[in-house]
């Protein structure tokens, strides 16, 4: 018995015909006849009974049929699930990302994301730069949104720059440089700095002592907070000003950012493991590789 067996079943138990069941199967009615008697034959029941003007369920047969459309619509649905699954447009997608960066757009794309995917479940789990390409290699997280690390080229994953996001320092709207359209590194020295700590993310604070030690200083740190966000609570609560990169800033805010120069810049990756790429992934990335390319992570 298949499941051919049984939708020629249904069909003749719907129809209560053979000639409209096999018109409806377009098939020929001996081959029909036969599909039913080899399903009786390996039930060990008769589920019709038939006459020359009569075909009728028996008992056994009308139970047969509603397990039958129980049967082939799960089967069914089962299918279109592989489908959807196959296309992108259902599974899992475990989102590892860090916040201040992210934040301008990764709403936004969530948002469209569930609105072309709404089957794929999305998680979602904000780490430290280090966390998320721990937790991408190790198959916690299937992508991540952060920044490189050190020891990122020895975990073998995959990555995209999205953009290379632009040093520069956060200040007060009554300090003295505040008015300046750019400043020089070297102009930031004796100043007493706020810049994010390096457990938390590495490649940010390295390139803000390298930038600092080619424009021939130490920078003096006042503070070295675990949050961006603190970063700029310090700065404009007074306590020094700050150097973060210039997506970080939100609408709105009273700080002003000051590009400096010589530019330095911090890059902003996805990541992902090459033999790890379910479909919802690999939409995730071209959903996100289309909007990067058209400039929409970035809108205002």
Request: hydrophobic letters at 40%; proline letters at 8%.
């Amino acid at each position: 018995m298949d499941l051919r067996h049984l939708r020629y079943f249904q069909a003749v138990a719907e129809e209560l015909s053979y000639a409209r069941a096999a018109q409806r199967l377009r098939i020929a009615q001996p081959a029909l006849s036969r599909a039913i008697k080899d399903l009786e034959t390996d039930l060990g029941v008769a589920v019709l009974e038939r006459s020359r003007h009569h075909v009728a369920l028996t008992p056994a047969g009308a139970v047969l049929l509603q397990e039958t459309v129980l049967l082939l619509d799960g089967w069914e649905e089962s299918l279109r699930r592989v489908r959807r699954t196959a296309d992108g447009e259902e599974g899992e997608l475990r989102l590892g990302y860090i916040g201040p960066p992210t934040q301008p757009f990764l709403g936004r794309l969530l948002h469209e994301y569930r609105a072309r995917f709404p089957q794929v479940s999305v998680h979602l789990e904000e780490r430290t730069p280090e966390r998320v390409w721990e937790m991408v290699a190790r198959g916690r997280l299937s992508v991540g949104l952060t920044r490189p690390v050190p020891s990122h080229t020895a975990l073998g994953l995959r990555t995209l720059t999205l953009r290379e996001e632009r040093l520069g320092v956060v200040l007060r709207p009554d300090h003295p440089m505040a008015g300046q359209p750019a400043l020089e590194w070297k102009s930031l020295i004796g100043q007493a700095l706020v810049i994010l700590a390096r457990r938390e993310g590495a490649s940010l604070h390295d390139a803000i002592l390298a930038a600092c030690r080619q424009a021939g200083f130490m920078p003096r740190l006042a503070h070295t907070p675990s949050l961006i966000g603190t970063v700029l609570s310090y700065t404009e609560a007074g306590a020094g000003p700050g150097i973060v990169t210039d997506s970080v800033v939100p609408p709105g805010s009273p700080l002003r950012f000051i590009p400096l120069t010589p530019a330095a810049v911090v890059p902003l990756v996805l990541v992902w493991q090459e033999d790890q790429d379910p479909p919802p992934v690999q939409r995730f990335r071209e959903l996100l590789s289309d909007w990067n390319a058209s400039g929409q992570l970035w809108l205002k």
